[in-house]
């Protein structure tokens, strides 16, 4: 497609019950990117996957996140065991790459996540 | 110390004002560093990318500052359209030479009629 896709856009669910998050980047960008932002704060980085190198997980907040890829295409947020605390707008992006050069991502619209 | 910091504001000032907003960051290794805008409740989008020498892009000028690790981004001529947070951005190149950017908490601005 044209943009970054996420689905779903919004989700409700109980505590305690995991939840998966896709992404569907841009064609051929070969870096997607996995970020959270709670309510009227900044976008926190989770984890970022380039190529076929490991994944940059540094950001992932305890062992109940976790996120493959497959390839250079669709990648999933899992959250297992949600707690009150992981509501917020997950947010995934994707960017092209050329040596140095780095041209800044494009998101996705998000997934509202809400845990009740 | 946050890596990225910026004023949160909010930044409150009239049609037609010039407004600047500065942001620091704490990685001398940071190799690109950018704006992006966010509405309220929808994903940030690149406003502009921040070179060495400066750069504009119609009203809006951005300015980077190595040796004090210090950006700007001026607003001249405030529409009301330019209502929205400011997101300060640097990156850290990763493997394979892309990067992970950091984003700074935001500076919201309102421009009242």
């Known amino acids: 497609g044209a943009g970054v896709s996420q689905s779903p856009s919004n989700k409700v669910t109980e505590k305690g019950k995991d939840v998966e998050l896709r992404c569907d980047p841009i064609s051929g960008h070969t870096a997607l990117y996995w970020y959270r932002q709670r309510l009227g704060q900044g976008l926190e980085f989770l984890i970022y996957f380039q190529g076929n190198s490991a994944p940059d997980k540094s950001g992932l907040p305890s062992d109940r996140f976790s996120a493959e890829r497959t390839g250079e295409s669709v990648s999933t947020l899992t959250i297992q065991r949600t707690q009150q605390e992981d509501s917020a707008v997950y947010l995934c992006?994707?960017?092209?790459?050329?040596?140095?050069?780095?041209?800044?991502?494009?998101f996705g619209s998000g997934t509202r996540l809400t845990v009740v | 110390r946050k890596e990225v910091e910026q004023d949160p504001g909010p930044f409150n000032v009239p049609e037609g004002a010039t407004v600047a907003f500065n942001c620091t960051y704490s990685n001398s290794a940071s190799q690109s560093f950018f704006w992006y805008r966010q509405d309220c409740r929808k994903e940030p989008k690149l406003l502009m990318s921040v070179y060495s020498s400066g750069n504009e892009d119609g009203r809006f000028t951005a300015q980077l500052n190595r040796a004090s690790q210090y950006i700007s981004l001026l607003i001249r001529d405030s529409k009301l359209s330019d209502s929205a947070t400011y997101l300060c951005v640097v990156n850290t190149l990763g493997s394979g030479n892309t990067g992970k950017l950091i984003f700074g908490q935001g500076t919201t601005l309102q421009v009242k009629p």
């Open positions: 992006a994707s960017s092209a790459t050329s040596g140095q050069a780095f041209y800044g991502y494009t």
